[in-house]
């Protein structure tokens, strides 16, 4: 349970469900990253797949960003490359995936959730899913999923995020954004609203959808090496004595 889980169901219509969770607030330790990833990649990759749904479990906090207890364990450069090319590897597993995925938050996304979320074609959320881009606090910076946060809100919204990082935005300024396509009252009406869009989609000629979402993604071909490139940034500054303090401080409270 520790180590957190991710499970998958496809319909006979042929949608597919990826849900992750992690017992702390479904943050996304390296381990889990990596299985996230490679589970968006085969199950897009599958033959009844038509659509995917991106999700997690729990009510309040939809993804949490890096696992702080990772992170202070980083002791050199390769080690901070690798645990930051976990949420490239969650990104790129995405864009690169020829199917079309909706994304469900139903609560807060945080850092490197903000960037989840970012990542999925067509995203629904709740009125408490608000989001944080908090890694400055941490003396670190969203790099990573910076290409992804910015594709979508534009470059003013994502340095708004990432500058004024002990804040939160509401569900409805991250909608009026474009990170949002629609917020919902409840979970209820989220789960509704997911589910008929995901048999609307899955009625539809797959080739097109394969043909659009190439189209929607055009122009991000170099984020294999962009993002590892970002990954490195955040990897060399999680070394520092400030990132460490600062991390400390973070858990203590």
């Known amino acids: 349970m520790q180590t957190g889980t991710v ?25 889990l990253l990596t299985k996230l990833a490679d ?15 991106l999700k997690s479990e729990g009510a309040k906090t939809f993804c949490a960003g890096a696992s702080f207890d990772e992170l202070i364990a ?6 901070g490359l690798e645990f930051f090319s976990g949420f490239a590897k969650v990104i790129n597993a995405c864009r690169t995936s020829s199917k079309i995925i909706i994304g469900r938050v139903q ?16 995203c629904f959320a709740t009125a408490q899913a608000s989001v944080k881009l908090s890694e400055l606090v941490v003396g ?7 290409p992804a946060v910015e594709r979508k809100i534009g470059v003013a919204a994502y340095a708004q995020l990432a500058l004024d990082a002990a804040e939160f935005r509401s569900a409805t300024w991250a909608q009026q954004r474009g990170l949002y396509a629609e917020v ?13 869009f995901a048999h609307k989609l899955a009625a539809y000629n797959p080739e097109a959808l394969t043909d659009l979402k190439r189209v929607i993604w055009a122009g991000t071909e170099h984020w294999d090496q962009l993002l590892v490139e970002r990954a490195a940034i955040s990897g060399r500054l999680v070394l520092s004595d400030f990132t460490r303090q600062a991390i400390r401080q973070f858990k203590a409270k």
């Open 74 to 79: 980083i002791e050199n450069e390769a080690q």
């Open 107 to 122: 609560g807060k996304a945080i850092g490197g959730g903000v960037g989840v979320a970012a990542a999925t074609d067509y």
């Open 184 to 196: 919902l009252d409840s979970e209820e009406a989220l789960d509704a609203a997911v589910q008929a």
């Open 7 to 31: 499970t998958t169901h496809t319909t006979p219509e042929g949608i597919a469900t990826i849900s992750f969770f992690h017992p702390s607030h479904n943050s996304l330790p390296g381990a």
């Open 39 to 53: 589970t968006i990649t085969q199950v897009g990759q599958q033959a009844a797949t038509k659509v995917i749904i």
């Open 140 to 146: 670190i910076g969203p790099f990573v999923v910076g």
